[in-house]
C-alpha cells in the first residue's frame, strides 16, 4: 500500500484534532454560528465568496443552508456570489478578476448580512476587496483561511482559520467547520 494514503489521513485527523483542542477556535465557530442565527431572524442574508477548491466550498454550504442540511424546513437566504458565469466573466473580462466579488457584494449585501469569505491562503485579493466592501456596508465579515489567516484577518469581525499551511487539509477543514456551523444554525432556527 501506497504511505502517501496513510500519511495524507494522519494528517488530517491531526488538523481536525488541532481544532478540537484549540478553544479561542471553538469558541469563534460558535460565535458565528450565533451571528449567522441573527442574521437570519432579522431577514439578513448569508453570502459567501472564494476562488477554485475555496467557491466549490462556499458554494457547498450555501446550498447546505438553502436547500437544507439534516431537517426538512424552509430556506435561508444563503448565496455563493459566483454561481452566475455570465456575471463573473464579464466583470472579469471589462474590468478585473479582482473585481469579480466587490461588485456584487456592494449590489447584493446590505446593513447586517453576513458575508463568509474562503481563502486558504488568506491573501487572495478579490476575497480581501469584496471584504473592504461588505464593511463599508456595515455586513458582517466572517474569514476562513489557513493557519495564519493573511491579509484577509484585518478586515474580519470573525476568523475561522484552519491550523494548517497545506491546502487540501485547509479545505477539508473549512467543510468541517462548515458543516458544523450549518448544524447548529438549522438545530436553533427550527427550535
Given amino acids: 500500500m501506497d504511505s502517501r494514503i496513510k500519511d495524507s489521513i494522519s494528517e488530517s485527523i491531526k488538523v481536525k484534532q488541532e481544532i478540537l483542542g484549540n478553544q479561542e477556535l ?7 454560528s450565533d451571528v449567522c442565527i441573527n442574521a437570519l431572524k432579522h431577514g439578513n442574508k448569508i453570502l459567501f465568496c472564494g476562488n477554485g477548491g475555496s467557491a466549490s466550498d462556499a458554494q457547498h454550504l ?3 443552508l438553502s436547500g437544507r442540511f439534516y431537517l426538512d424546513r424552509e430556506s435561508y437566504f444563503a448565496e455563493a456570489l459566483h454561481v452566475n458565469t455570465s456575471y463573473l466573466t464579464a466583470v472579469a473580462n471589462d474590468y478585473s478578476f479582482e473585481e469579480v466579488y466587490r461588485r456584487i457584494v456592494k449590489s447584493k449585501g446590505r446593513k447586517g448580512d453576513v458575508l463568509i469569505s474562503l ?4 491573501n487572495s485579493k478579490n476575497i480581501i476587496f469584496a471584504m473592504k466592501a461588505a464593511q463599508k456596508l456595515e455586513m458582517i465579515n466572517v474569514a476562513m483561511s489557513g493557519r495564519t489567516g493573511g491579509e484577509m484577518k484585518k478586515y474580519a469581525e470573525y476568523l475561522l482559520n484552519a491550523p494548517s499551511i497545506d491546502t487540501p487539509r485547509i479545505q ?5 467547520m462548515g458543516h458544523i456551523f450549518c448544524e447548529i444554525i438549522e438545530k436553533r432556527m427550527e427550535a
Fill in 26 to 32: 471553538l469558541k469563534e465557530l460558535q460565535k458565528v
Fill in 62 to 64: 450555501a446550498a447546505e
Fill in 119 to 122: 481563502s486558504t491562503s488568506g
Fill in 172 to 176: 477539508e477543514a473549512h467543510i468541517l
